[in-house]
């Protein structure tokens, strides 16, 4: 799985609407970290290369979420 990036973007933020699914994990390898978000949280990242990220795989369910960025 390649890590995303944003080169042109200032910040990532990533408003997600459930939780009931298996997987779909975003994950910030950089700093070891992968999180499991909660339904209505949102979560804001600077969009460049110190951020790199990923979302693994959804296993079970569906995931649904809102992207958008800041340029």
């Known amino acids: ?3 995303h990036k944003d080169y042109h973007r200032r ?3 990533v ?3 459930n939780d ?3 997987g779909g994990e975003i994950s910030f390898p950089r700093f070891n970290i992968t999180y499991k978000p909660k339904a209505n949280e949102l979560l ?3 969009s460049n ?3 790199n990220h ?3 795989p959804v296993i079970e369910g569906t995931r649904y979420a809102v ?3 800041l340029t």
């Open 15 to 17: 408003y997600y609407i």
């Open 49 to 51: 290369y110190v951020y």
């Open 20 to 22: 009931d699914y298996a």
């Open 67 to 69: 992207v958008s960025w």
């Open 54 to 56: 990923s979302v693994l």
């Open 1 to 3: 799985m390649d890590d």
């Open 11 to 13: 910040l990532s933020w």
């Open 44 to 46: 804001l990242f600077p």
